[in-house]
């Protein structure tokens, strides 16, 4: 944690909070099955550590390969101790990120893959059509490549 601390005080020190956020996924378990059973304390003490650094926002990201899913009982404790904007993404659906932002449990909802396959996808949200899923070969054209996977998904026709 005090590396994390550190580099995230210096940053902001340098440019501003306002100009710093920083990306936390502390149930995220890439490569591991391993549950890191202190995970929630560790993430409470850092988040009262980052608190008066007045960041622009934690980001934290979830649902991503192995996970555990965030509790409401975690995200509550993190609203007590982080008074500051706080952006939760990983596959959450339209619904499921209003629920949250209705919660008051985060301040910003962000969604990735979906702005991939819908380039509509906040009129689809906002119309209620559904999304172009995000289909299992889509991950093979995500990062460079022609236009296949980048330009080349419909817009909604109704």
Request: proline share 5%; glycine share 8%.
């Amino acid at each position: 944690m005090r590396f994390m601390l550190e580099v995230t005080e210096a940053i902001a020190k340098e440019i501003g909070g306002d100009k710093t956020a920083i990306r936390l996924s502390p149930f995220v378990t890439e490569g591991s099955n391993i549950v890191d059973d202190e995970i929630v304390e560790l993430t409470v003490k850092a988040l009262e550590k980052l608190a008066p650094m007045n960041l622009a926002y934690i980001h934290f990201s979830e649902n991503i390969s192995n996970y555990t899913e965030a509790t409401d009982a975690f995200r509550k404790q993190v609203r007590e101790v982080y008074p500051n904007p706080i952006m939760v993404a990983g596959k959450l659906t339209a619904e499921k990120g209003q629920a949250l932002l209705d919660s008051g449990l985060v301040d910003l909802v962000a969604f990735g893959q979906p702005f991939i396959t819908n380039p509509d996808f906040v009129y689809r949200v906002e119309n209620g059509i559904e999304l172009t899923p995000v289909g299992y070969d889509a991950h093979s054209t995500f990062y460079g490549g022609d236009e296949k996977g980048y330009t080349d998904y419909p817009c909604a026709t109704a």
